[in-house]
């Protein structure tokens, strides 16, 4: 007899964005090992269908009445039978669910807190992309994972780095396992170089247009602000008990080394790969174990050269912020967090200047004031009270 391989079954927040689809992309080259349980997705229905059509899932989450019962009906013409749920009660549902392992956490943005709260409570392994939901809610969400016994892995290509590189015993402290820093890269965007009158003057498509990895808008816009970063230095503050001081940004613009850790004895561990995401997805998947992913092996020769510098934080005061939020604690981060995303958004909608996002965001700071997060619901406001603040600026602007 072969050894028995358990079959897991996963559940894909966010099934068609980004991170969904190299997240089933990787599921399908492993049949054998992990089964779709859930698939969910906020628009781009049509596309949905098609991957339940692929994938076969037990249970599909829409955001509308309205939405299930097209897809149902599309389901059902095509003879395939499949539960289809609703709105944020169903993205919990599939995310809490007796029968699944493992919760892929790839919503953007808030709205996908309640979902990924879900599944710590349920104990499940959850793999973690939506790093807005751990930036809002920090020790609160530690906290669950600590208690409900969850099993938290990074998907963030810089904190998987971070967990490969980390010794085993690292939740001991960064400090008791001689860690001396965490040197978080980042690739500096598609306007690394230019210069504050050409950042004046940057459209939604430049801003999605990066250089390195292919991600949604959102994502690709924070990339561009450096917001990312700063998102990303709290995330990696929550996952690893780190302080803000002991997080530097190093920018890398080739992303093949993807974050690095300093121990005291000078030794620097490294993660490297081509910047394809689905590596760690499959890294986070099978952890411990290794499989396949699909990626092409790393050409060192074809790369040649990986260069370092620092971060310019005049040009790209979204950094900032963030590290201050960062230091500041409370609901500081969830208030950058809320603030960010309704200035995203209103520059894709072309109604705000790419340079306006960190002045929307600092305008909101000074505005609304920072309180210690004793419960989801401080979070919860935090968030209301920023998004109010932002659309009063944006509306009077
Ligand atoms: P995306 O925009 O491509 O996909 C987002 C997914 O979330 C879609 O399936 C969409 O339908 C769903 N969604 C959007 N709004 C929703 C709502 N209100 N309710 C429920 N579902 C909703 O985004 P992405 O690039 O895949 O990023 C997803 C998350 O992963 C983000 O938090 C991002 O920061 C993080 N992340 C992405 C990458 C990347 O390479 N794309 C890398 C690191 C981290
Ligand atoms: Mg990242």
Redesign the pocket.
């Known amino acids: 007899m072969g050894s028995a391989v358990t079959m897991q079954r996963v559940t894909v ?10 997240t089933l992309d990787v599921l399908a080259r492993h049949p054998e090992q992990y089964r779709v349980f859930a698939l ?5 229905l049509a596309e ?1 269908e098609q991957l339940c059509l692929q994938h076969r899932p037990q249970f599909a ?1 829409v ?1 509308t009445e309205a939405a299930a019962k097209h897809l149902r009906g599309g389901l059902q013409a095509a003879g395939v039978s499949v539960d289809v749920l609703v709105g ?1 009660a169903g ?1 919990c549902a599939v995310a809490e669910h007796a029968e699944v392992d493992c919760v892929m ?5 808030a ?2 807190l309640l ?1 990924t709260l879900a599944a710590v409570r349920a104990g499940k392994k959850v793999l973690l ?5 751990l930036v809002m809610s920090g020790a609160l969400f530690m906290r669950a994972v600590r208690e409900h016994g969850a099993q938290l892995l990074p ?3 810089e904190h998987n780095a971070i967990f490969q590189c980390l010794p085993a015993d690292y939740a001991r402290g960064l400090s008791a396992t001689g860690v001396r820093r965490i040197l978080l890269t980042a690739s500096g965007g598609p306007f690394r170089e230019w210069t504050p009158e050409q950042l004046a003057r940057v459209t939604p498509a430049q801003a999605c247009a990066h250089p390195n ?8 816009v ?1 990339s561009a602000s450096l917001m ?1 970063k700063g ?1 990303e230095l709290i995330e990696a503050c929550w996952l690893f008990d780190a302080c803000p001081e002991q997080v530097e940004v190093v920018v890398h613009p080739q992303s093949v080394i993807h974050s690095l850790v300093d121990y005291v004895d000078g030794s620097v561990l490294a993660q490297m790969g081509n910047p394809d ?1 689905r590596t ?1 997805i499959a890294h986070a998947l099978a952890w411990p174990a290794r499989i396949d992913s699909g990626v092409a092996p790393l050409d060192l020769l074809q790369v040649a050269h990986l260069d370092f510098a620092a971060p310019d934080m005049q040009r790209f005061p979204c950094l900032r912020l963030a590290r201050e939020a960062a230091q500041a604690g409370g609901t500081a981060p969830a208030l950058i967090n809320a603030a960010n995303e309704v200035a995203v958004e209103a520059f894709l909608a072309e109604r705000l200047a790419f340079m306006h996002i960190p002045q929307l965001v600092e305008r909101v700071l000074e505005q609304v004031a920072t309180r210690p997060v004793t419960s989801l619901e401080c979070v919860l406001e935090a968030d209301r009270q920023a998004r109010e603040a932002a659309q009063r600026h944006l509306a009077s602007a």
Request: net charge neutral.
């Open positions: 927040l966010g099934a068609t964005g980004s991170i969904g689809l190299s969910t997705a906020h628009s781009r949905l989450v955001p944020e993205l956490a790839a919503i953007v943005g709205a996908g979902p992309a939506n790093k807005e939901a998907i963030d290509s990895w292919s991600m949604g808008r959102k994502i690709s924070d990312n998102l995401m760690p």
